[in-house]
C-alpha cells in the first residue's frame, strides 16, 4: 500500500469517528432522558409537564432527533411534526415526519411551516414544546412574512448564496422575512413551556443564527438586513416586496423580531446537543488512537474556500518540510464553514472547492492528504460529501484531460474531483454540524 493510500485509510476512520460522535440520536441521548422524578435536560432535573408534551423540528437531523425522543418518552408525546431535508428521514410512531427542499426552500416546507404554526396554536399554559433544531433549519422552516410570498424569498436566498454571503448575513435577512425565524416561534409557542435542543452547524455555536434562531432572542435588526443586502450588492436585484418589508421595519411600520430582554423567553431553555467542535475533538481523539500528533486548529474557521484550501495546502507543506507546528506523523483539523462567491457556471460545493486549491497547492508533495468533508454528506448541489486530496491529484485530474487552474476559476470542482477519483461520497449521514477540514502527514512526508 502507498503512502498516500495508508494515510487515506486513516483518514476515513477519522472521519467515521467524527460522524459518530455527532449522530443525532446519540446527541439527543446525551441531554435528554426521562428519571422517576420527571425529565432530566442537560443534567437538569424537570417535573413531566402536567399538559401535553408536543414535538417539533426542523433541520436535516430533526427527523433522527425525533426518533431519539421517542425512545425515550414515546407514550408522553401527544403529537408532533418534523420537517427535514430529502433524503434525511427515520422511522417515528408519534412524531410526523416531512421531507422538503433545501438550501432554497419550497412549497412543502411551507406547508410543513404552516402546520407547525397550527400545532403550536393548541399550546397551552402547562404544556411542554421540544423543539428541535439543526442546520438547514433556516430554508426547510418556511412561513413567510405578511406581503412576502415563496418564490420572493426562494429569489432572495438564491441571491444571497451566490454572493458569497455568511450564514450570518444570510439569517439576518431571514429572520426579517419570516413570520416563525428569530425567536418568532416561541412567541407563537407561548404560554407553553419551551426545551430546544439544538445541533449545531454554525461556527462558534451562536443560537440566533443557527436555523435562523427560531427560539432565541434576535439581536439583528431590519436595519441590518438592509445593510447586508447593499453590502453583498443585491439590493437592486431582490424582488420588490422584499425591500419593501425591510424598509417598513425601518421606518418602524413593522414589528421587530423578540430582543433580548423579553420576558417571553423566561419560558424557554436551549440545549446545544452536539456541535462542529463535538466532531473535531472526535477526529481528534481517534487520530491519538491511531498514532498521530493531532491539533484542534480551530472551530470558527471561515472565509472564501478556495483561499482557506491555499491556507491548509500551506500548513501541509509545512509539515512536510520542517515538522512544524508539530512533527509528523501528525493531524491538523478544523472545524467551520466556508463560502463561496459563484463566478463561473461549474458543478461543485465548498468542500469541493477548498479541496481543489489545496490540491493545487500540494501538487508533487507526498505523505500528506487533506480533506474538506460537509457532515451532512451534500456540497452544494450534488451529491458528494466534499474531496479527499494529496500530491497526486493534480496529475490526474490532467491526465483526464481537464484543466484544474480553469476548473477552480469558473467554481467546477466537481468534475475535475471525480476525473481523479478523489471525491469524498458518503450518501446523506442524518446528521449536519459544521464542515470538517483536515491535514494528514506521514512519517514519510516530504
Not at 491519538?288 to 500528533?293: A, F, P
Not at 461543485?348 to 508533487?364: K, P, T
Amino acid at each position: 500500500m502507498s503512502k498516500e493510500n495508508r494515510l487515506r485509510a486513516d483518514l476515513h476512520q477519522v472521519l467515521r469517528a467524527a460522524l459518530q460522535a455527532v449522530e443525532p440520536g446519540e446527541c439527543v441521548r446525551r441531554v435528554l432522558r426521562r428519571t422517576s422524578q420527571g425529565l432530566e435536560v442537560a443534567g437538569q432535573p424537570h417535573p413531566l409537564p402536567p399538559g401535553r408534551l408536543w414535538v417539533v423540528g426542523f433541520g436535516k437531523a430533526s427527523a433522527r432527533m425525533a426518533a431519539a425522543v421517542e425512545a425515550e418518552l414515546a407514550e408522553l408525546i401527544s403529537g408532533g411534526l418534523v420537517v427535514t431535508a430529502d433524503g434525511y428521514r427515520a422511522e417515528t410512531r408519534r412524531v410526523e415526519v416531512v421531507e422538503a427542499g433545501h438550501p432554497v426552500p419550497d412549497a412543502r416546507g411551507q406547508e410543513a411551516a404552516s402546520r407547525i404554526v397550527d400545532l403550536l396554536s393548541q399550546a397551552e399554559e402547562g404544556d411542554l414544546v421540544i423543539v428541535l433544531i439543526s442546520g438547514g433549519g433556516s430554508a426547510l422552516l418556511t412561513s413567510p412574512a405578511p406581503g412576502i410570498s415563496l418564490p420572493d424569498l426562494m429569489v432572495t436566498t438564491q441571491l444571497l448564496l451566490k454572493s458569497g454571503a455568511t450564514i450570518r448575513e444570510l439569517n439576518t435577512v431571514r429572520k426579517h422575512l419570516s413570520q416563525v425565524k428569530g425567536g418568532q416561534l416561541a412567541r407563537l409557542a407561548a404560554p407553553a413551556q419551551v426545551f430546544s435542543l439544538i445541533l449545531s452547524d454554525v461556527p462558534g455555536d451562536p443560537l440566533d443564527v443557527i436555523a435562523s434562531g427560531p427560539t432565541v432572542p434576535d439581536p439583528t435588526t431590519f436595519q441590518e438586513a438592509v445593510e447586508v443586502l447593499r453590502r453583498r450588492g443585491l439590493w437592486g436585484a431582490v424582488p420588490d416586496m422584499v425591500r419593501q418589508r425591510l424598509e417598513a421595519g425601518v421606518k418602524g411600520l413593522v414589528p421587530e423580531t423578540p430582543k433580548p430582554g423579553d420576558p417571553l423567553f423566561q419560558r424557554v431553555k436551549n440545549v446545544v446537543v452536539g456541535s462542529g467542535t463535538t466532531a473535531a475533538l472526535a477526529a481528534c481523539r481517534r487520530g491519538e488512537e491511531l498514532g498521530y500528533r493531532t491539533l484542534l486548529l480551530t472551530t470558527t474557521l471561515e472565509g472564501e474556500a478556495r483561499e482557506v484550501g491555499r491556507v491548509f495546502a500551506s500548513l501541509a507543506r509545512e509539515l512536510a518540510a520542517s515538522g512544524r507546528p508539530l512533527p509528523p506523523p501528525a493531524l491538523i483539523v478544523a472545524a467551520g464553514e466556508t463560502t463561496v462567491t459563484v463566478r463561473g457556471e461549474g458543478k461543485g460545493g465548498r468542500n469541493q472547492e477548498f479541496s481543489l486549491a489545496a490540491a493545487l497547492g500540494i501538487q508533487g508533495l507526498e505523505g500528506v492528504v487533506i480533506c474538506g468533508l460537509g457532515t451532512d454528506g451534500r456540497d452544494g448541489p450534488t451529491d458528494a460529501a466534499g474531496g479527499v486530496v494529496d500530491g497526486s491529484t493534480v496529475a490526474h485530474i490532467q491526465a483526464a484531460g481537464l484543466d484544474p487552474h480553469k476548473a477552480l476559476a469558473e467554481n467546477d470542482s466537481y468534475p475535475a474531483l471525480k476525473a481523479a477519483g478523489d471525491l469524498l461520497v458518503t450518501g446523506p449521514t442524518g446528521t449536519n454540524v459544521a464542515d470538517l477540514y483536515l491535514v494528514m502527514a506521514g512519517k514519510e512526508a516530504r
